[in-house]
């Protein structure tokens, strides 16, 4: 049944409850509590919505479109894929509550997650390794070019006054769970893990990863019980999104710069949801970023270029500064 009330907001498990002044539009659908985003333009001052296949809402520094009937949401030109579509029901176009405090709220005011806290160490994880090659490449397999964006980054990082820790620093299986407690013995860290993708030959660009919101399913599964559970990755799931929006985005800039001389055309496949091993046990910020598609030629070819590497290194190391600067007024 489909009713819609005007009530104070209490909070959903999200910052936005912070504002409890401001009366939200909400919808229950199906099981799913929705806000309007006729709420959602007012609360952040969007000020101009326009109706249509895509929505668009902009205010003076955030442009944010979405699809309804879709999980596709952009905010400034980065792809999001949201937790649930957004739906039309009476004439009223519907954004989950989910999406609006998970994803949208600590984009649009990350000063407002409370629980980022001030960090110095960056952990990076050089996905695979050892007997665990990763995506088998033309070139070299994955667990090669993990290791040396992971290289690059933290020199940058090092030389930007960071401490670094590697969860491996040589051609070395380190299990999963151990990366997780490598990351966990840092409470006062940001943990990025690195990977290069594999699908079919066409499939390319790159895609950021951070923990599924409770109910929500690792990307493109089925949801089941136990997604219920919170998880320790829950714990940072604000600061995660933030973390992955900036290191999203600071990749595709850096990759598909124009006037650096490296424009390497490199596709946007969104931030997603997952519920990745590293992401769902570690009580840090952590993201998880394909770096391309190592099972196409042509990426693979990219990849494999020197350029490439250090471009992808420097975007994460300033990824780290931005989403530090951002986070800063929180604390
Ligand atoms: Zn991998």
Known sequence: MLCISLVVWLGYGGEAEADTNFKWETVKYNGVDYVTLRSVKDFYYFNKIRYGAV??????????????????????????????????????????????????DPIMRPTYIHRARHFNTVVLDAGHGGKDSGSLGPYENEKVYTLKVARLAREILQKNGYRVVMTRDSDISVSLANRVSIANEYPDAIFISIHFNSSNSRANGIETFTISPVGVPHMGREVKLRDF???????????????????????????????????????????????????????????????????????????????????LAVAIARAVDIYKKSTAKSR
């Open 55 to 104: 929505i668009t809402m902009e205010s003076p520094s955030v442009a944010m479109e979405v699809r309804p009937g879709t999980q596709r949401c952009r905010m400034n030109g980065v792809l999001f894929i949201l937790s649930y579509p957004v739906i039309e029901r009476n004439g009223r176009y519907l954004l989950s509550r989910t999406d609006l405090n998970k994803l949208v």
């Open 229 to 311: 559970n919170t998880v320790p990755g829950n714990i940072m799931g604000s600061a995660s999104i933030a973390l992955a929006t900036a290191a999203h985005s600071r990749a595709l800039m850096y990759l598909n710069s124009q006037s650096s001389g490296n424009n390497f055309s490199i596709e946007d496949r969104g931030i997603k949801r997952a519920r990745y091993n590293v992401l769902t046990g570690i009580k840090i910020p952590a993201i998880l970023l394909e770096g391309g598609f190592l099972s196409n030629r042509n990426e693979a070819a990219k990849v494999r270029s020197p350029a490439y590497q250090q471009t």
